[in-house]
T-cell receptor, first 114, second 113 residues
């Protein structure tokens, strides 16, 4: 059974619209993350949460808003979508927010903005 | 800002031959290093983590770390066609700096039968 679930797997949106990417982890972890992988760019850190609190935000734009309704959920709301937002978005989790713990990644949501 | 560079960008080896991948990083205070594997259109699978200079083996995967040279490598013993994937080097800072991972662009490994 998958331990980190991301929904949907594929998403197509129009410019200016708003979408929510879902992430649920069943590893019992206390820290969760979002990363983005754009074409021809390295995987890029976006946010980290620990015990449902924001720990680090490396995303310049306020259009990206993580939402943690439950301990094992970290959704990503993206507003006013732009074609440059097209990427695969990966959710990850680790036991705690300390760097010595492994981060486990979900299968990703591939977002295409037209 | 941490810069992580991987070489080569792509590598083709024959089944059973050793495959070696390299990674350099810019911040000498980094102390957590990981190699991930990414099969096409799938998530990342952690292969080996290393935190101190020297060697760390996990099955057929061995990481070598030399922080003085800002270099970490991955060696894959007896690679199989199923090892064909993109390999990613990830670097994070030490305690107190959070757990943000900085990734290289990846190295595409092809293992031919």
């Amino acid at each position: 059974d998958p331990k980190i679930i991301q929904k949907p797997k594929y998403l197509v949106a129009v410019t200016g619209s708003e979408k929510i990417l879902i992430c649920e982890q069943y590893l019992g972890h206390n820290a969760m993350y979002w990363y983005r992988q754009s074409a021809k760019k390295p995987l890029e850190f976006m946010f980290s949460y620990s015990y449902q609190k924001l720990m680090d935000n490396q995303t310049a734009s306020s259009r990206f808003q993580p939402q943690s309704s439950k301990k094992n959920h970290l959704d990503l709301q993206i507003t006013a979508l732009k074609p440059d937002d097209s990427a695969t978005y990966f959710c990850a989790s680790s036991q705690t927010g300390l760097s010595s713990y492994e981060q486990y990644f979900g299968p990703g949501t591939r977002l295409t903005v037209l | 800002q941490q810069k992580v560079q991987q070489s080569p960008e792509s590598l083709t080896v024959s089944e059973g031959a050793m495959a070696s991948l390299n990674c350099t990083f810019s911040d000498g205070t980094s102390n957590n290093f990981r190699w991930y594997r990414q099969h096409s259109a799938k998530g990342l699978e952690v292969l080996v983590s290393i935190f101190s200079d020297g060697e760390k083996e996990e099955g057929r995967f061995t990481a070598h770390l030399n922080r003085a040279n800002l270099h970490v490598s991955l060696h894959i013993r007896e690679p199989q066609p199923s090892d064909s994937a993109v390999y990613l080097c990830a670097v994070s800072m030490g305690p107190g700096t959070g757990s943000k991972l900085s990734f290289g662009k990846g190295a595409k490994l092809t293992v031919s039968p």
